[in-house]
Structure formats: C-alpha cells, structure tokens
Nanobody, 117 residues
Framework: QVQLVESGGGLVQAGGSLRLSCAAS????????MGWFRQAPGKEREFVSD????????NYADSVKGRFTISRDNAKNTVYLQMNSLKPEDTAVYYC??????????WGQGTQVTVSS
C-alpha cells in the first residue's frame, strides 16, 4: 500500500506558474507508475499527465501539452508537476495517483489550483 500527499497548490494569475509535489510513503516508490489528474467544479475527473516508474516515458493531455512537465525523483519518493503558462481553465483540484498494473488505484487527497484571469 502506498500513501500519497499532494502539496504546492494555490492561487496564481493567468500566465503564472506553480509546481505541485506528491510525496509517497509506504511501499517502494519505484514500483509505481505515477499520474496527475484534475477535477474542476461540476466536471468529471480528467487525466493530466503520467510517468513510468523510472521516468523513461511520459504522457500528457492535449490541453496541457507544452505547458506542464511531469517528473519524479525516486530517491525522494516524490513526483512533480511543473505547470507554466497557467490558464483560468486549469483551475481544479489536482490529484496524484499511483498504480502498478491496471488502473490507478491509489489516490492522494488533492490540492486546489486556482488561476485568476
């Protein structure tokens, strides 16, 4: 079992940047692929980005491609999401998730990101 705690959310103006962190504890962090998801008010949770266990491969939603960068530091048991050129439509609760095989089945509590216009 792995426990996930997100941090780094906040209020930022459009065009600004934030870096989210997700600290993992419990099982060996490098056993897991890691992902970031988000949920805006009144909307379904959506995929943002993910990264393989060793950082060798990353994926991004089209809406964030070129603006967001996912990375991980297995020595620190942490995954990051660098968010640049933020837009009001990026406003959401951002969740960190982990999986070994199959769907993501470990989730953090979320961190709020609010982008003002």
């Amino acid at each position: 079992q792995v426990q996930l705690v997100e941090s780094g959310g906040g209020l930022v103006q459009a065009g600004g940047s934030l870096r989210l962190s997700c600290a993992a504890s419990g099982r060996t962090f490098s056993d897991y692929a890691m992902g970031w998801f988000r949920q805006a008010p009144g909307k379904e949770r959506e995929f943002v980005s993910d990264i393989t266990w060793n950082g060798g491969r990353t994926n991004y939603a089209d809406s964030v491609k070129g603006r967001f960068t996912i990375s991980r530091d297995n020595a620190k048991n942490t995954v990051y999401l660098q968010m640049n050129s933020l837009k009001p439509e990026d406003t959401a609760v951002y969740y960190c998730a982990a999986r070994t095989r199959g769907p993501y089945n470990h989730w953090g509590q979320g961190t709020q990101v609010t982008v003002s216009s």
